[in-house]
C-alpha cells in the first residue's frame, strides 16, 4: 500500500542511515530493488542522458511521466529529484510539486540554483520563501512525503562550508525534512554540517570512491544518494565498448558482460538466451 511507502520512508530517515540508489528507467528500478535497496531516488542527469539530453534540459512534463514510471514499476518509495521545481517564484514551486506529488513519490528535492551563470543561486530570503512554498504544498497534499532541500554552491563553485551550514540552518527552518550540499567530501565538513542541522536528517552524494557507508553512518550521515553515477558507469561501459568498435574494430568491450540469462532471470523470466 502506498501509505505504507510514506511510513517506511519517513523512518528511514529519523534513525541510521541507508542507501539510495538513483535509477533512470524502469529496468534500473526494478534491480536496484531486487539488490535490497530500501528506497531509490530519481536522477535528473541519468533521465535527460537517456532521452539525449543534457542534464536539466527535459521538461516538466517529460519528467512528471518518469515518476509516474518509476513509482509504478516498484513497491519501494521512490524520491524524486525534481530540480530547481521548473519554477522561479514560490507560487510556481507550490503548483509543480503539487503535481509531482500526485504521481506517488513519497519525497521531493529543491535546489538553489537558477541555471543562470551571471547570478548562479537564489538569495537566500528567496531560497527560503521556496523551500517553504514546497513545504505547504507537501502539507496541503495531506500525505506526510520528505521534503529535500539542496544547497548547490559547492557543486557551483560559488560558496563555501559556512554558506553551506547558513543555507541549510534557513532551509530546516523553513520546512525542510533533509538537507544536502552536494560537493561536500571532507569528513570534518559533512559531520559539522550533521551538528548543524541536527535533528534533521542529512544527505550526502558519494559520486567517487572516498568513503563507505559505515564511514559517513559514523558521522551521522542518514542518507547516502549516489546522483548519476550508476547511469555514468552504464554510459563508460558502452561508450568504451562503443568507441573500440568504431576506432579499431575490436570488440574486446565485449568481454565479461552480463549474459543475456543472467538479466532475463533479474527481470522476471528466463527468455532466450
Given amino acids: 500500500m502506498m501509505a505504507d511507502r510514506y511510513q517506511a520512508f519517513q523512518q528511514l530517515h529519523r534513525s541510521g542511515c541507508f542507501v539510495i540508489p538513483n535509477p533512470w528507467d524502469v529496468g534500473t528500478a526494478r534491480a536496484l530493488q531486487k539488490l535490497g535497496f530500501k528506497a531509490l531516488a530519481t536522477t535528473s542527469s541519468g533521465f535527460a542522458w537517456s532521452q539525449g539530453l543534457p542534464d536539466n534540459q527535459v521538461a516538466l512534463e517529460s519528467v512528471l511521466r518518469h515518476l509516474e514510471a ?29 503535481l509531482a506529488l500526485k504521481t506517488g513519490i513519497c ?14 543561486l537564489f538569495d537566500l530570503p528567496a531560497a527560503t520563501d521556496r523551500v517553504r512554498a514546497a513545504r505547504q504544498a507537501i502539507d496541503d497534499f495531506g500525505k ?3 521534503l529535500t532541500a539542496r544547497y548547490e554552491g559547492l557543486l557551483l563553485g560559488v560558496g563555501d562550508i559556512n554558506d553551506a551550514k547558513q543555507r541549510l540552518i534557513a532551509y530546516a527552518a523553513a520546512g525542510a525534512d533533509c538537507l544536502y550540499a552536494p560537493a561536500v567530501r571532507a569528513d570534518g565538513e559533512i559531520e559539522s554540517i550533521v551538528r548543524a542541522v541536527e535533528p534533521k536528517a542529512v544527505n550526502v552524494l558519494v559520486s567517487a570512491n572516498f568513503t ?7 558521522l551521522g550521515v542518514r542518507r547516502i544518494s549516489v546522483g548519476g553515477s550508476l547511469a555514468r558507469c552504464a554510459w563508460t561501459s558502452f561508450l568504451e565498448a562503443a568507441r573500440a568498435i568504431a576506432v579499431s574494430g575490436s570488440f574486446s568491450g565485449l568481454d565479461g558482460l552480463a549474459t543475456n540469462a543472467m538479466l532475463n532471470k533479474l527481470h522476471g523470466e528466463e527468455g532466450r538466451s
Fill in 107 to 120: 519525497g521531493v528535492s529543491i535546489e538553489d540554483s537558477t541555471q543562470n551563470a551571471n547570478a548562479p
Fill in 144 to 146: 506526510p512525503a520528505v
Fill in 70 to 98: 518509476i513509482v509504478g514499476s516498484v513497491e519501494l518509495p521512490v524520491s524524486a529529484d525534481f530540480e530547481a521545481c521548473f519554477a522561479v517564484e514560490p507560487d510556481g514551486v507550490y503548483d509543480n510539486v503539487s
Fill in 212 to 218: 563507505s557507508v559505515e564511514r559517513l553512518a559514523e
